[in-house]
């Protein structure tokens, strides 16, 4: 499996972006997926995940502020990323699991994107 994130950039503070997150090769739309962050000098930290039904768990820092969904015909999940604030300056990084649920730690997730960079400005 291959997962190739794209859509960061550069927004200012209460902008909005979408991340994309493509995945090739062996997927299954039964496999949970996620999205990390990782801010310079932190450590990576969970963003949000779908599962294989549809399901949706965010961490307490973006709830309410993203939003992940996916499109199954197209191998893709997308995290939408609204109200920005200057700490979500991170590189963003989406990730498969093996199995249809998966839990917030990154030793969950077997497959991960290259990552892509968000810098939001106040």
């Known amino acids: 499996v291959q997962l190739q994130a794209s859509g960061g950039g550069l927004v200012q503070a209460g902008g909005s972006l979408r991340l994309t997150c493509a995945a090739s090769g062996r997927t299954s739309s039964n496999n949970a997926m996620g999205w990390f ?24 820092s ?3 502020r993203f939003t992940i969904s996916r499109d199954i015909a197209k191998s893709t999940v997308y995290l ?5 604030k200057s700490e979500d300056t991170a590189v963003y ?9 998966t839990g917030r730690e990154p030793l969950d997730y077997r497959y991960w994107g290259q990552g892509t960079l968000v810098t939001v400005s106040s």
Not at 37 to 48: C, D, L, N, S, T
Not at 93 to 101: K, T
């Open 93 to 101: 990084y989406c990730a498969s699991g093996l199995r249809p649920y």
């Open 62 to 64: 973006v709830k309410g």
């Open 37 to 60: 962050r990782q801010a310079p000098g932190k450590e990576r930290e969970f963003v949000g995940r779908i599962n294989w039904g549809g399901g949706t768990d965010y961490a307490d």
């Open 80 to 84: 939408q990323m609204n109200s920005l």
